[in-house]
C-alpha cells in the first residue's frame, strides 16, 4: 500500500493544530496505510508516539537548522513498509482520493502530484464525524481556492516507489527549489511524471512563514532557498512539465498548450540547431513531433 512521510514543524501554536490536521487524515487514507514523522523538533517524536507512528528522529541540517529532505526521503526508503511513498508537507489534508488515483497508475515507475486547494483552518477537524471528508471537499470547493496552473505552482505532495535510488543532494525543506530537482530527476529519464489535479483534492491549510531562518520578505526566500537553487542549477521544473494527467477518470498524455508549448520552449533552449533545422523542414518537423509529445 502507501506510506506517507513528512519533516513537521514544532508542535507550537496554530502550526500544532494545521499538523495534526494533516497527520489525522493521512492516517485515515487506508486502513493499510503507513504514517511516518521524520525530524527531532518540538513535538514530533511525542505526537508519533501518541498517535502510534513510526518516528525518524535523526536528520542532518543546515547551518541554520532546517532539517534536509534529502535524509528524510533516503532514510524512509530504508524504512518504510510499503512499496509506494508518498511525501507530503505537514500542512497538507490528504483524501482517500488519493490512495485511488495512485492505484489507476498504469506505470512502475513514475511521479506523480497535483495542484492545491487553499483554505483557512483555525480549529481542529472532527474525525470522529464520519462524514468528515465529504463536509471537508464540500467546504474546500466551495469557498476555498484551487491554485492556477502556472510556472510557479505550488507542489506539496508526491508519490513515487520506494525502489527508486534517488540519491538527492543536501536541500533544505519547506524552501524553494528542492522539488525542482526531484521532478527534474523524473523527466531526465523519461519517467512519467503525472498531474493528479483533476482527481486528487489536496488541501493546504494556509499558514505564515514566521518559522523560516534569515527569510527575506513576506514568505520563504532567504539563504536557504538560496542555497537549494545552487543545488538545483536552474533546474526549474514545476507541474507544467507534466508527461501524463488524469482526465476523466485516467491517465493520459498531457497535450494541452500550455504544456506542450514548455516543451517547445525547453527544446528550443537545449537543441536550437534542431529547432531551426524544424523551422525550414516541414518533413522533418513532422517526424520531430514525437520530441514534445513526450
Request: hydrophobic share 40%.
Amino acid at each position: 500500500m502507501l506510506t506517507v512521510f513528512a519533516i513537521p514543524k514544532p508542535f507550537r501554536g496554530r502550526d500544532a493544530t494545521i499538523q495534526r490536521n494533516a497527520i489525522e487524515s493521512w492516517k485515515r487514507l487506508h486502513t493499510a496505510c503507513e504514517v511516518v514523522l521524520c525530524g527531532d523538533d518540538e513535538g514530533v517524536g511525542d505526537v508519533a508516539a501518541e498517535l502510534e507512528l513510526v518516528h525518524i528522529p535523526d536528520l542532518g541540517r543546515t547551518e541554520y537548522g532546517t532539517p534536509l529532505v534529502s535524509d528524510a526521503f533516503a532514510a524512509v526508503a530504508r524504512r518504510a513498509a510499503h512499496p509506494l511513498l508518498c511525501y507530503a508537507n505537514a500542512d497538507m489534508l490528504l483524501l482517500s482520493d488519493l490512495v485511488r488515483a495512485a492505484r489507476q497508475v498504469p506505470f512502475r515507475d513514475f511521479l506523480m502530484t497535483g495542484s492545491r486547494w487553499h483554505v483557512s483552518q483555525e480549529s481542529p477537524l472532527d474525525f470522529d464525524d464520519p462524514e468528515w471528508e465529504a463536509g471537508l471537499v464540500e467546504r474546500v470547493r466551495g469557498l476555498g481556492s484551487l491554485e492556477a496552473l502556472s510556472p510557479s505552482s505550488g507542489t506539496d505532495y508526491f508519490v513515487f516507489p520506494r525502489h527508486l535510488e534517488l540519491a538527492m543532494p543536501p536541500l533544505a525543506v519547506g524552501r524553494p527549489a528542492w522539488e525542482c530537482w526531484l521532478i527534474h530527476w523524473f523527466r531526465a529519464r523519461g519517467m512519467p511524471f503525472i498531474d493528479a489535479s483533476d482527481a486528487v483534492v489536496a488541501v493546504h491549510q494556509d499558514h505564515g512563514y514566521d518559522h523560516v531562518p534569515a527569510r527575506v520578505g513576506a514568505s520563504w526566500e532567504g539563504p536557504e532557498a538560496d542555497a537549494n537553487r545552487r543545488v538545483v542549477k536552474g533546474r526549474v521544473y514545476d507541474l507544467v512539465d507534466a508527461s501524463h494527467a488524469f482526465v476523466g477518470g485516467r491517465v493520459r498524455p498531457a497535450r494541452d498548450p500550455q504544456r506542450v508549448q514548455r516543451r517547445v520552449d525547453r527544446l528550443r533552449t537545449r537543441r536550437p540547431r534542431l529547432c531551426r533545422a524544424l523551422a525550414t523542414d516541414p518533413l522533418r518537423r513532422l517526424a520531430c513531433r514525437r520530441l514534445v509529445d513526450l
